[in-house]
């Protein structure tokens, strides 16, 4: 039986964790549970797979976990923390095998920073993670000899096509992408749009921060970078193509020309179970692909717009830049995400003020950091990105 640490389990990703763990009890265990500030969500996570261990980002909703669990489950002995000393406690608890990281955007990086240092395999989820952090998590993980394990759909898809191939035989990584809720619009028919138009995506159920990236195309240019640092490839030899039917999750191009794909339904469940049970495959838990689905009789594919999606060549630029840019231009995107959702700037002002944040770190970019510097570096361009919205 393989313990499993949840970190963000009351998300999407986490909540269909749990929904591997819950249908394959002797295979899984939950020894750990976080989450930001949702404890009623959590609250029937614990009552269910009694966790050892369970964290709530925000204090206040920690203690008030705490008491409901000692009145109403007296009996459960899920210890309740807090804060990110709790999400750290929570990712390196010394009865996890496994940690499946899907805590929303940089504020996941160092947790798994320091499940990797405890010698823990990361099921990775958190494509932040690696955005902001790669030059580093990844020279850690060949260090302590851990997995690194991709969760999302498009990297699980690229790592299984890879499997028992030589790394000189990769050429190129063609990650698909759905093309989001606006596909095929100009930026003139965006001006309006909302954050429940933007939340509509045709294909995916998702949260709302990868949803909205989606509609910007941000989302495929994380995966770009993240791609970069799992398979050890220039950004520049990672193709984005817009695949609206999202039957095939993504492909790989071999040095002889061959191009090899992973398809599937649109779900999240597939690639959690082949990160969880590396190197086996666990049992269907999906309804089989049917090759004769109307989705797949007509599968299309396309160049993604970058004078409408401008986030996606953005992207593109700090993944060749490196060093801090990244993680700046992850940090700012994460504010002008929030602050769209919340609808205090429009959509199309995601994008400026990602830029305009990218561009005032520009003469500032140092390759000389830490982990502790990158966080530092993220939450001061949060910082600036909060003042371009208040203006």
Not at 13 to 26: A, F, K, M, W, Y
């Amino acid at each position: 039986m393989r313990s499993i640490s949840v970190l963000g389990s009351t998300g999407s990703i986490g909540t269909q964790t749990l929904e591997v763990i819950r249908s394959n009890p002797d295979d899984f265990r939950a020894v750990s549970l976080t989450c930001g500030s949702d404890i009623n969500k959590l609250y029937s996570q614990i009552v269910e797979f009694k966790p050892l261990v369970a964290s709530v980002l925000n204090e206040s909703k920690a203690l008030e976990l705490k008491q409901k669990l000692a009145s109403e489950h007296p009996e459960i002995n899920t210890e309740v923390l807090s804060g990110e000393d709790g999400n750290v406690a929570c990712a390196t608890i010394s009865e996890a095998d496994t940690v499946l990281g899907s805590i929303v955007g940089v504020a996941g990086l160092y947790p798994t920073y320091k499940a990797i240092l405890e010698g823990k395999d990361i099921a990775l989820a958190n494509k932040e993670t690696l955005v902001a952090g790669g030059d580093i998590i990844m020279p850690l993980v060949k260090e302590k000899g851990v997995d690194l394990l991709p969760v999302d759909s498009e990297h699980c898809a690229i790592w299984q096509c890879l499997w028992g191939e030589k790394k000189e035989n990769l050429d190129r990584i063609l990650i698909t992408a759905s093309g989001g809720p606006f596909r095929g619009k100009s930026r003139d028919e965006l001006v309006d749009v909302t954050a429940q138009n933007a939340l509509n995506h045709p294909t995916w159920k998702m949260g709302g921060k990868i949803t909205i990236d989606s509609s910007t195309m941000m989302n495929k240019g994380l995966e770009v970078i993240e791609a970069s640092h799992l398979f050890g490839i220039d950004v520049d030899h990672v193709d984005v193509v817009v695949h609206p039917q999202s039957v095939i999750h993504s492909m790989i191009r071999l040095r002889d020309g061959s191009i090899l794909a992973q398809m599937g339904k649109p779900s999240m469940i597939l690639p959690i179970m082949v990160a969880l049970y590396y190197p086996n495959r666990g049992p269907r838990l999906l309804e089989e692909f049917d090759p004769f689905d109307a989705a797949c009789s007509n599968l299309t594919f396309e160049k993604c717009d970058t004078s409408v999606f401008g986030l996606l060549d953005l992207a593109y630029e700090a993944g060749r830049t490196k060093g801090i840019m990244p993680a700046v231009m992850n940090a700012a995107n994460e504010v002008a995400v929030g602050a769209f959702l919340k609808g205090e700037i429009s959509f199309l002002d995601i994008e400026r003020y990602v830029r305009s944040v990218y561009n005032d770190f520009s003469s500032r970019n140092t390759n000389n950091y830490t982990i502790e510097d990158i966080i530092g570096y993220s939450d001061e361009a949060m910082k600036i990105a909060r003042e371009y919205v208040s203006r």
